[in-house]
Protein backbone atom coordinates (compact mmCIF):
# COMPACT_ATOMS: atom_id res chain seq x y z
CA UNK A 1 0.00 0.00 0.00
CA UNK A 2 1.37 3.64 -0.78
CA UNK A 3 1.76 6.11 1.69
CA UNK A 4 1.23 9.93 1.30
CA UNK A 5 3.07 12.76 2.13
CA UNK A 6 1.95 15.88 0.92
CA UNK A 7 4.34 18.02 -1.11
CA UNK A 8 3.35 21.16 0.33
CA UNK A 9 2.69 21.29 3.73
CA UNK A 10 0.31 24.18 3.84
CA UNK A 11 -1.82 23.45 1.15
CA UNK A 12 -2.68 19.43 0.93
CA UNK A 13 -3.96 17.40 -2.22
CA UNK A 14 -7.57 17.43 -0.07
CA UNK A 15 -7.62 20.97 -0.23
CA UNK A 16 -6.41 21.20 -3.91
CA UNK A 17 -9.22 18.59 -4.72
CA UNK A 18 -12.13 21.67 -3.26
CA UNK A 19 -11.03 24.20 -6.26
CA UNK A 20 -12.61 24.79 -9.70
CA UNK A 21 -10.08 25.14 -12.24
CA UNK A 22 -8.69 23.49 -15.27
CA UNK A 23 -6.67 22.48 -16.94
CA UNK A 24 -4.50 21.09 -14.67
CA UNK A 25 -1.41 19.02 -14.25
CA UNK A 26 -0.68 16.58 -11.39
CA UNK A 27 2.73 15.59 -10.05
CA UNK A 28 3.44 12.98 -8.19
CA UNK A 29 7.02 12.21 -7.03
CA UNK A 30 7.25 9.05 -5.95
CA UNK A 31 9.83 7.43 -3.59
CA UNK A 32 10.42 3.84 -3.11
CA UNK A 33 13.34 0.77 -2.05
CA UNK A 34 15.60 0.23 -4.98
CA UNK A 35 14.06 -3.81 -5.05
CA UNK A 36 10.88 -2.29 -5.02
CA UNK A 37 10.88 -0.18 -8.27
CA UNK A 38 9.62 -3.10 -10.83
CA UNK A 39 6.81 -3.50 -8.16
CA UNK A 40 6.56 -0.02 -8.40
CA UNK A 41 5.63 0.62 -12.07
CA UNK A 42 3.48 -2.09 -12.09
CA UNK A 43 1.15 -0.58 -10.30
CA UNK A 44 1.75 2.59 -11.38
CA UNK A 45 1.19 0.98 -14.80
CA UNK A 46 -2.06 -0.60 -13.92
CA UNK A 47 -3.21 2.54 -12.32
CA UNK A 48 -2.77 4.33 -15.62
CA UNK A 49 -4.84 1.96 -17.70
CA UNK A 50 -7.53 3.09 -15.54
CA UNK A 51 -6.90 6.57 -15.31
CA UNK A 52 -6.57 6.93 -19.01
CA UNK A 53 -10.14 5.53 -19.13
CA UNK A 54 -11.64 8.50 -17.17
CA UNK A 55 -13.48 11.31 -18.55
CA UNK A 56 -11.63 14.61 -18.64
CA UNK A 57 -7.98 12.39 -18.60
CA UNK A 58 -5.58 14.42 -21.30
CA UNK A 59 -2.39 12.20 -20.70
CA UNK A 60 0.08 11.01 -18.36
CA UNK A 61 4.22 10.51 -18.33
CA UNK A 62 6.65 8.86 -16.19
CA UNK A 63 10.22 10.12 -15.12
CA UNK A 64 13.11 8.18 -13.40
CA UNK A 65 15.59 10.16 -11.41
CA UNK A 66 18.99 9.53 -13.58
CA UNK A 67 22.14 8.45 -11.77
CA UNK A 68 20.57 5.09 -10.10
CA UNK A 69 17.82 7.37 -8.40
CA UNK A 70 14.62 5.20 -7.07
CA UNK A 71 12.78 8.55 -7.67
CA UNK A 72 10.27 8.43 -9.89
CA UNK A 73 8.10 11.90 -11.09
CA UNK A 74 4.40 11.10 -12.49
CA UNK A 75 3.55 14.04 -15.02
CA UNK A 76 -0.47 14.07 -15.64
CA UNK A 77 -2.33 16.68 -17.39
CA UNK A 78 -6.27 16.27 -16.34
CA UNK A 79 -9.18 18.75 -18.01
CA UNK A 80 -10.23 20.08 -14.68
CA UNK A 81 -9.82 19.35 -11.02
CA UNK A 82 -12.84 17.84 -10.83
CA UNK A 83 -12.07 15.58 -13.48
CA UNK A 84 -9.30 14.33 -11.63
CA UNK A 85 -11.07 14.39 -8.23
CA UNK A 86 -13.58 11.73 -9.44
CA UNK A 87 -11.16 9.75 -10.99
CA UNK A 88 -9.12 9.95 -7.29
CA UNK A 89 -12.15 9.01 -5.43
CA UNK A 90 -13.30 6.20 -7.53
CA UNK A 91 -13.49 3.32 -5.90
CA UNK A 92 -11.80 0.96 -8.87
CA UNK A 93 -8.35 2.99 -8.33
CA UNK A 94 -8.52 3.36 -4.41
CA UNK A 95 -8.60 -0.23 -4.72
CA UNK A 96 -5.58 -0.23 -7.00
CA UNK A 97 -3.56 2.07 -4.47
CA UNK A 98 -3.44 -1.05 -2.54
CA UNK A 99 -0.99 -2.74 -5.02
CA UNK A 100 1.85 -0.54 -4.77
CA UNK A 101 4.68 -1.80 -2.70
CA UNK A 102 5.27 -1.38 0.99
CA UNK A 103 7.74 1.02 0.82
CA UNK A 104 6.32 3.69 -2.06
CA UNK A 105 6.01 7.00 -0.78
CA UNK A 106 3.41 9.28 -2.94
CA UNK A 107 3.50 12.98 -3.08
CA UNK A 108 1.09 14.21 -4.95
CA UNK A 109 0.16 18.03 -5.98
CA UNK A 110 -2.03 20.02 -8.09
CA UNK A 111 -0.76 22.93 -10.35
CA UNK A 112 -1.57 25.08 -13.20
CA UNK A 113 0.43 26.24 -16.19
CA UNK A 114 1.48 29.78 -16.02
CA UNK A 115 2.30 32.54 -18.40
CA UNK A 116 5.75 34.04 -18.02
CA UNK A 117 6.65 36.74 -20.28
CA UNK A 118 9.48 35.39 -22.69
CA UNK A 119 9.74 31.87 -20.94
CA UNK A 120 6.65 30.11 -20.99
CA UNK A 121 2.54 30.12 -22.42
CA UNK A 122 -0.21 29.49 -21.07
Not at 28 to 39: I, R
Not at 69 to 85: C, G, I, K, P, T
Request: glycine share 4%; hydrophobic share 45%; charged share 20%.
Amino acid sequence: MTKFAELDPLVGLAKQMEANEGPIVLINHFTVDADDEEALLAAWSHDADFMKQQPGYISTQLHRGIGGSSSFVNYAVWQDVESFRNAFMHPEFQRRISTYPASAVARPHLFRKLAVANHCTA
